[in-house]
Protein backbone atom coordinates (compact mmCIF):
# COMPACT_ATOMS: atom_id res chain seq x y z
CA UNK A 1 0.00 0.00 0.00
CA UNK A 2 3.02 2.15 0.88
CA UNK A 3 5.02 1.59 -2.40
CA UNK A 4 1.64 2.36 -4.58
CA UNK A 5 1.48 5.73 -2.95
CA UNK A 6 4.85 6.67 -3.36
CA UNK A 7 4.26 5.69 -7.19
CA UNK A 8 1.45 7.54 -7.35
CA UNK A 9 3.34 10.44 -6.00
CA UNK A 10 6.35 10.12 -8.43
CA UNK A 11 4.17 9.56 -11.19
CA UNK A 12 2.07 12.62 -10.41
CA UNK A 13 5.52 15.17 -10.18
CA UNK A 14 6.61 13.64 -13.00
CA UNK A 15 3.59 13.92 -15.09
CA UNK A 16 3.40 18.02 -13.74
CA UNK A 17 7.10 18.12 -15.15
CA UNK A 18 6.43 16.90 -18.12
CA UNK A 19 3.43 18.71 -18.74
CA UNK A 20 4.19 21.99 -16.80
CA UNK A 21 7.28 22.36 -18.28
CA UNK A 22 6.37 21.54 -22.14
CA UNK A 23 3.04 24.55 -21.20
CA UNK A 24 5.37 26.88 -20.58
CA UNK A 25 7.50 26.20 -23.53
CA UNK A 26 4.74 26.53 -25.78
CA UNK A 27 3.66 30.08 -24.37
CA UNK A 28 7.35 31.46 -24.89
CA UNK A 29 7.09 30.31 -28.56
CA UNK A 30 3.52 31.71 -29.07
CA UNK A 31 3.35 34.29 -31.86
CA UNK A 32 -0.45 35.37 -31.58
CA UNK A 33 -1.25 38.97 -30.82
CA UNK A 34 -4.30 39.29 -29.11
CA UNK A 35 -5.86 43.39 -28.73
CA UNK A 36 -5.10 45.44 -26.01
CA UNK A 37 -3.55 42.49 -24.30
CA UNK A 38 -0.24 40.47 -25.73
CA UNK A 39 2.34 40.00 -28.61
CA UNK A 40 3.73 36.41 -28.31
CA UNK A 41 4.38 35.96 -24.38
CA UNK A 42 4.90 39.47 -23.55
CA UNK A 43 1.60 40.92 -22.15
CA UNK A 44 0.48 44.73 -21.81
CA UNK A 45 1.26 45.14 -17.98
CA UNK A 46 5.38 43.29 -18.33
CA UNK A 47 8.22 45.94 -17.13
CA UNK A 48 11.58 46.00 -19.12
CA UNK A 49 13.13 43.46 -16.67
CA UNK A 50 10.30 40.97 -17.52
CA UNK A 51 10.82 41.46 -21.31
CA UNK A 52 14.73 41.07 -21.13
CA UNK A 53 13.81 37.98 -18.97
CA UNK A 54 11.66 36.23 -22.20
CA UNK A 55 14.19 38.01 -24.83
CA UNK A 56 17.41 39.19 -23.36
CA UNK A 57 19.08 42.68 -23.39
CA UNK A 58 17.31 44.99 -26.76
CA UNK A 59 18.50 48.56 -27.24
CA UNK A 60 17.44 51.30 -25.44
CA UNK A 61 16.35 54.71 -26.98
CA UNK A 62 14.53 57.68 -25.09
CA UNK A 63 11.77 59.63 -26.75
CA UNK A 64 10.96 62.91 -25.49
CA UNK A 65 7.46 64.16 -25.11
CA UNK A 66 7.82 67.94 -25.15
CA UNK A 67 3.72 68.49 -25.19
CA UNK A 68 3.54 66.15 -22.56
CA UNK A 69 6.85 67.06 -20.57
CA UNK A 70 7.70 63.78 -20.32
CA UNK A 71 10.15 60.88 -21.43
CA UNK A 72 9.30 57.43 -22.47
CA UNK A 73 11.62 54.60 -23.60
CA UNK A 74 12.05 52.62 -26.72
CA UNK A 75 12.91 49.11 -25.65
CA UNK A 76 13.82 47.20 -29.43
CA UNK A 77 14.36 43.72 -30.59
CA UNK A 78 14.99 45.12 -34.38
CA UNK A 79 16.04 40.95 -35.03
CA UNK A 80 12.63 40.09 -33.76
CA UNK A 81 10.60 42.94 -35.35
CA UNK A 82 9.29 44.28 -31.90
CA UNK A 83 9.53 47.66 -30.03
CA UNK A 84 7.91 48.06 -26.57
CA UNK A 85 7.32 51.56 -25.56
CA UNK A 86 7.27 51.92 -21.87
CA UNK A 87 5.39 54.91 -19.49
CA UNK A 88 5.94 54.68 -15.95
CA UNK A 89 8.00 51.71 -16.18
CA UNK A 90 5.40 49.85 -17.59
CA UNK A 91 4.34 48.76 -21.53
CA UNK A 92 1.77 51.41 -23.34
CA UNK A 93 2.23 50.08 -26.93
CA UNK A 94 4.05 46.68 -28.43
CA UNK A 95 4.90 47.48 -32.03
CA UNK A 96 5.20 44.38 -34.48
CA UNK A 97 7.05 45.21 -38.07
CA UNK A 98 7.99 41.30 -39.03
CA UNK A 99 5.08 38.99 -40.19
CA UNK A 100 5.97 36.28 -37.34
CA UNK A 101 3.38 37.45 -35.08
CA UNK A 102 -0.42 37.17 -36.32
CA UNK A 103 -3.85 38.24 -34.60
CA UNK A 104 -6.20 35.32 -34.94
CA UNK A 105 -3.70 33.39 -37.51
CA UNK A 106 -4.49 35.30 -39.84
CA UNK A 107 -3.72 38.99 -39.76
CA UNK A 108 0.02 39.85 -39.41
CA UNK A 109 2.50 42.41 -41.40
CA UNK A 110 2.09 42.15 -45.28
CA UNK A 111 -1.42 41.60 -45.06
CA UNK A 112 -4.23 43.21 -46.98
CA UNK A 113 -7.31 45.46 -45.70
CA UNK A 114 -9.98 43.46 -47.03
CA UNK A 115 -8.29 39.95 -45.19
CA UNK A 116 -8.38 42.91 -41.62
CA UNK A 117 -11.95 43.81 -42.51
CA UNK A 118 -12.76 40.33 -42.88
CA UNK A 119 -11.42 39.30 -39.47
CA UNK A 120 -11.96 42.29 -37.11
CA UNK A 121 -14.83 43.66 -38.83
CA UNK A 122 -15.33 47.29 -40.49
CA UNK A 123 -15.98 48.68 -37.28
CA UNK A 124 -12.49 51.22 -36.96
CA UNK A 125 -11.46 54.88 -37.15
CA UNK A 126 -9.24 55.48 -40.04
CA UNK A 127 -6.89 58.34 -39.29
CA UNK A 128 -5.24 59.39 -42.64
CA UNK A 129 -1.68 60.54 -42.73
CA UNK A 130 -0.53 63.85 -44.49
CA UNK A 131 3.34 63.16 -45.83
CA UNK A 132 3.87 64.59 -49.28
CA UNK A 133 7.69 64.77 -48.73
CA UNK A 134 7.64 61.49 -46.39
CA UNK A 135 6.85 58.90 -48.83
CA UNK A 136 8.24 55.95 -46.15
CA UNK A 137 5.28 56.77 -44.30
CA UNK A 138 1.92 54.32 -43.78
CA UNK A 139 -0.92 56.03 -46.03
CA UNK A 140 -3.30 55.42 -43.01
CA UNK A 141 -4.15 53.62 -40.30
CA UNK A 142 -7.27 51.45 -38.88
CA UNK A 143 -7.82 52.20 -35.38
CA UNK A 144 -9.83 48.81 -33.44
CA UNK A 145 -9.98 48.76 -29.97
CA UNK A 146 -6.53 47.48 -28.54
CA UNK A 147 -5.13 47.44 -32.10
CA UNK A 148 -4.26 49.38 -34.87
CA UNK A 149 -2.87 48.60 -38.04
CA UNK A 150 -0.94 50.57 -40.17
CA UNK A 151 -1.57 50.34 -44.45
CA UNK A 152 0.58 51.41 -47.13
CA UNK A 153 -0.84 50.41 -50.52
CA UNK A 154 -3.43 48.29 -49.33
CA UNK A 155 -1.21 46.36 -46.62
CA UNK A 156 -0.67 46.19 -43.36
CA UNK A 157 3.27 47.45 -42.54
CA UNK A 158 3.25 47.49 -38.80
CA UNK A 159 1.01 46.27 -35.96
CA UNK A 160 0.76 48.41 -32.63
CA UNK A 161 -1.07 46.69 -29.36
CA UNK A 162 -1.99 49.47 -27.05
CA UNK A 163 -3.46 49.25 -23.58
CA UNK A 164 -6.91 49.64 -23.39
CA UNK A 165 -8.56 52.46 -20.79
Not at 34 to 41: A, H, L, M, Q, T
Not at 49 to 68: C, L, N, S
Not at 84 to 91: H, L, R
Amino acid sequence: MKKDIIKAVVLFFTLLLLFGSSRVCLADESTEIEPGWRVGPIIISMTKADIERVYGTGEVFIIPDEEKKANYMLLQYKNLGLNFIFKNDQISQMEVNYPNYQVKEVIKVGSTVSQVEETMGKNYIRENYVHSYQTNLPDYKMIYRGILFFIKQDRVVKITVVKEN
